[in-house]
Every structure is written in C-alpha cells, then in structure tokens.
C-alpha cells in the first residue's frame, strides 16, 4: 500500500503544479527563452525542460522511488511502463499557446495505481485556475465543485477538440471534423488538451475527441471521471495498455450526449 493517501498525494501534486505554474509564469513575463522543433514539428521550449525538471525533482523529494512518465525527461517509453505508481507529468500543455502568449496553457500531473488512473492536477497559470480530483473524493475548479453540462442532443453540444503536429495525419480526421460542424452546435480548439478535458467537466464544453499522448490527458482524465463525465475510447484498447494510460481515440463527454457523439464520430470514420 501506499505511504500517502489519495488526498495528500492530491494536495503536494496541486502544490508542485502551482510551483511549476509561477516557473511558467515568470518565464513568459521574462521573454527569455528559446525554443525549437522536436520530431514530428512539435515545439518545444527550454521553459517545457527547466518545468519539467522541476516536477521531477519535487515529486522524488516527496515520492521517493515512484516511476514517471514524462514528455520531456522519458517520452520514449510512453506506453511501455509498468510500473505500480506512475506519476503522467506534462510541464507544459500548450507550448505553442505558451510561446505566443495566449493563455491556454497548463501544468498537468497525474497518478496512477496498478494502471489505473487516481490523481489529477491540471493547473492554467495565465488562468488562475487549479482544476483537481482524487478517486471517490470529487473533482473541484479552485476548491469548488464542480460537474458536467446538462447537454442532452447534439445540436446544442460545443465540441472540443485539436489535430497532430503532422499536416498528412489531420487529413483522416476532416471527416470527423465535418461530421461535427453539420450536426453539432459548433467547434473549439483551444491548443491544450488537458485544459479542453477539464472543460468537459466543470460544463464549459460538452464533448471532446482526440487522439494525443498520455501526458496530455491522464490528469484531466481523473477529473472530467470524478466531476461525473463520461470518458472512454471510440476503438477497443489493446491489451497489454492500462485503459487510463492509452491516449489515442478518445471520447470524453457530458453522459447526455456520450453515446450520440460516438455513434456520430465512428460514423464518420466509415466515410
């Protein structure tokens, strides 16, 4: 058993996640660093790095031992860990955002447990909102509770979503993309996947759909599952890959609007 319980554990990744929050802050007010294109042309820059050796640092003074899996220190073992607690660690979500000083940015940190997903912290400096859940303990926005929409019909559901790096890879997806502009009520794309799933579960959004990696969405993933949202993949997940930890096809929606937004996007896929 651990040596922490769900709501420490919940309360040092809130406090690491603000840390690492005013790290981005001051970085951004300072204008000093440099960035470059990792593979894929995916941005990256010294901020993300400094950030996320930060986390690592914190998270082994306090977790002594624990695994993690982290974008910029271990990306190439994504769903290779098997570990029976592993810290999910993106020290930037929404780089791009973060670089061109728009506010969609955040901080994500999640836990898992023998593969399944307990923890999560998603933090938005520029927004000054800390959005946190814990297994069976609630999901909270600043410390108020918080829950998914009441939306019951794709006409009045607001989509969130985003698309690859890759421009050959958004091709397969302008199906989906279409599919939902003609039977829903509209589209965003926020630039950070972490900060489009906490949406989902305090109502701000009524569905998303991507595929990303597991950094971006296993702390919201925990919190949209906690404030009551339904989350799941649109294609079976194989295997050998905890449910929490596979990135790729996901669906998470207010249960209103769930099954009426998978049939629509497998749907489209058929197209």
């Known amino acids: 058993m651990s040596d922490h319980t769900l709501a420490a554990r919940l309360d040092l990744a809130i406090s690491i996640a603000e840390e690492a929050g005013r790290m981005i802050t001051k970085a951004r007010e300072e204008q000093g660093f440099a960035h470059h294109l990792k593979k894929d042309n995916e941005l990256v820059t010294d901020v993300d790095i400094a950030v996320d050796e930060l986390i690592r640092q914190r998270l082994e003074e306090h977790f002594p031992g624990e695994a993690r899996l982290s974008e910029e220190l271990a990306p190439e073992s994504a769903l290779q860990v098997d570990a029976p607690r592993l810290w999910v660690v993106d020290p930037i979500d929404g780089t791009v955002n973060f ?10 940190i999640g836990w898992m447990e023998n593969g399944v997903a307990k923890v999560g912290v998603v ?5 000054a909102e800390t ?5 069976g303990l609630g999901a909270f926005c600043n410390g108020q509770p918080i829950k998914p929409s009441n939306a019951d019909s794709l006409a009045h559901t607001l989509v969130g979503t985003g698309f690859p790096y890759r421009k050959e890879a958004r091709k397969v997806l302008l199906k989906r993309l ?6 829903c009520q509209d ?3 926020n630039g950070a996947a972490a900060l ?5 579960a305090c109502g701000r959004l009524d569905a998303y759909y991507e595929t990303v990696s597991p950094w971006d ?3 919201g ?3 949209a599952r906690e404030a009551g949202a339904r989350v799941g993949h649109l294609y079976e997940v194989p295997q050998a890959i905890p449910v929490d930890l596979y990135p790729e096809h996901l669906l998470i929606a207010a249960p209103g609007v769930y099954a009426a937004m998978e049939e629509l996007l497998l749907a489209a896929d058929q197209k």
């Open 196 to 200: 489009d799933i906490c949406d989902i």
């Open 123 to 127: 933090h938005a400096p520029f927004l």
């Open 217 to 219: 969405f296993v702390g």
């Open 99 to 108: 670089a061109q000083g728009l506010r969609h940015v955040a901080v994500s």
């Open 131 to 135: 959005f946190s859940a814990a297994e």
């Open 221 to 223: 993933w925990v919190i």
């Open 187 to 189: 589209i965003r794309r």
């Open 178 to 183: 279409e599919a939902v502009l003609d039977h």
